[in-house]
């Protein structure tokens, strides 16, 4: 395999506080996100992922100061999800410093939204944000942050949001997150297979051999990862 992969620290955010979970729930404080995001960009992350954990929940991304703050220190990508509502909200993130945004729940009430965001902002700032559920080899997609269940097949959603104009996709495993049991290979071999622009394997990391296997197995373009 020749292709580039990188490297994508998670920083699970609630209010100004790192946070971390297990399967997305039980959140627990460890710091601040911004210390943790100047350590991630000296050892050389390729990219970061800010996740606002309660935005969906409240219907509002509060990131907007920690984006601003983040984007004069650190030059990598950022991509910033949560809460992501409108046109005016992606906006409002790519101004404070923000590359890219991941969108779930808004994108599966009203799916044109990532279509529109698509053309007005251009693929490459668009990501579409999986959980996925897996129950006998079937994956089902959940919204807000593994709040909500949403009676759809996960690997057909992928195809959809990709049709639909978005230019990446994260794919969380919702029983494998924070878990340190490795990734989901089968669902990110399915939804890879699948689709036509890079996957964002997340969920599950424990050990070094798990982003490899990722790769290899799973076909990620890239990994992410959040508390190990």
């Not at 970061?48 to 990598?76: C, G, H, P």
């Not at 409108?86 to 409002?92: F, K, L």
């Not at 495993?173 to 036509?196: F, M, N, Q, W």
Request: hydrophobic share 45%.
């Amino acid at each position: 395999m020749n292709r580039p992969v990188r490297v994508i620290p998670r920083l699970d955010i609630k209010g100004p506080n790192l946070v971390k979970g297990i399967q997305l729930e039980g959140n627990r404080v460890l710091g601040v996100a911004e210390q943790f995001s100047d350590i991630y960009y000296a050892e050389g992350a390729d990219e970061l992922i800010y996740q606002d954990v309660v935005a969906s929940l409240y219907m509002r991304n509060s990131l907007l100061d920690v984006v601003r703050k983040t984007a004069k220190e650190i030059f990598i990508p950022l991509t910033v999800a949560g809460g992501i509502r409108s046109i005016d909200d992606i906006r409002a993130l790519l101004r404070a410093g923000a590359d890219k945004v991941a969108i779930n729940k808004a994108a599966i009430e009203n799916p044109k939204l990532l279509s529109e965001a698509a053309k007005i902002f251009g693929s490459q700032c668009i990501v579409s944000s999986i959980e996925a559920y897996g129950h006998n080899g079937k994956y089902q997609v959940w919204a807000d942050y593994g709040r909500q269940v949403v009676d759809r097949d996960a690997i057909e959603w992928a195809k959809r949001v990709v049709d639909l104009g978005v230019g990446e996709i994260l794919l969380t495993s919702i029983d494998r997150e924070g878990t340190g049991r490795g990734y989901d290979l089968e669902l990110i071999e399915k939804v890879a297979a699948h689709v036509s622009v890079p996957v964002i394997a997340c969920g599950g990391a424990g050990r070094e051999e798990d982003f490899i296997k990722a790769v290899k197995q799973g076909a990620a373009d890239a990994v992410s990862a959040a508390s190990v």
